[in-house]
T-cell receptor, first 115, second 112 residues
Framework: GAGVSQSPSNKVTEKGKDVELRCDPI?????LYWYRQSLGQGLEFLIY????????KSGLPSDRFSAERTGGSVSTLTIQRTQQEDSAVYLC?????????????FGSGTQLSVL | GDSVTQMEGPVTLSEEAFLTINCTYT??????LFWYVQYPGEGLQLLLK?????DKGSNKGFEATYRKETTSFHLEKGSVQVSDSAVYFC???????????FGTGTRLKVLA
């Protein structure tokens, strides 16, 4: 596609439910990132993929969070048993490679609200 | 660890005013420095970047100079427009790593 696509754009869920957030990166981009943007906070790094591998999962806040990437393309971020503190905007970004200076292309994000 | 510190917002200016958004960084090596901008309802997009000391990045009338001696990368624009209203993020990326470190963002509001 023309840009990084994220879905859904908005998700409202009840505490304790599981949610899946999807990211469709730009075709040919091997590197994919997930960030979380909370109100008044910067971008919090969650996880990085190079191809289908995730060499760095250190940013995932808890074992309720997991992510996968298939076919070197689409990625899904899953949050199990959601909590109110999970409410945030989840941003996905991709780049041609993971070399320094590579421009990150961001999606518009998924606004997650946990009631 | 590496970090980026930005001035807190919001910054409110009148159209045609001069803009400065301060950014300082801490890094162990030689990072590349970036400014990203997020317009309302959109994803972040790269505004400008600089890869080594004394480099000046520029785009759309915005400029920032990589100052190694003061570990700073302040964003400036001589005359802001209402359309510049957005959130601006300073970021760094160290050589040999994939990781980008972002600041907390500074919201700019420009009034007509």
């Amino acid at each position: 596609g023309a840009g990084v696509s994220q879905s859904p754009s908005n998700k409202v869920t009840e505490k304790g439910k599981d949610v899946e957030l999807r990211c469709d990166p730009i075709s040919g981009h091997t590197a994919l990132y997930w960030y979380r943007q909370s109100l008044g906070q910067g971008l919090e790094f969650l996880i990085y993929f190079q191809g289908n591998s995730a060499p760095d999962k250190s940013g995932l806040p808890s074992d309720r969070f997991s992510a996968e990437r298939t076919g070197g393309s689409v990625s899904t971020l899953t949050i199990q048993r959601t909590q109110q503190e999970d409410s945030a905007v989840y941003l996905c970004a991709s780049s041609l490679s993971s070399l320094r200076n590579e421009k990150l292309f961001f999606g518009s994000g998924t606004q997650l609200s946990v009631l | 660890g590496d970090s980026v510190t930005q001035m807190e917002g919001p910054v409110t200016l009148s159209e045609e005013a001069f803009l400065t958004i301060n950014c300082t960084y801490t890094a162990t090596g030689y990072p590349s420095l970036f400014w990203y901008v997020q317009y309302p309802g959109e994803g972040l997009q790269l505004l400008l970047k600089a890869t080594k000391a004394d480099d000046k990045g520029s785009n759309k009338g915005f400029e920032a100079t990589y100052r190694k001696e003061t570990t700073s990368f302040h964003l400036e624009k001589g005359s802001v427009q209402v359309s510049d209203s957005a959130v601006y993020f300073c970021a760094l990326s160290e050589i040999g790593t994939y990781k980008y470190i972002f600041g907390t963002g500074t919201r700019l509001k420009v009034l007509a």
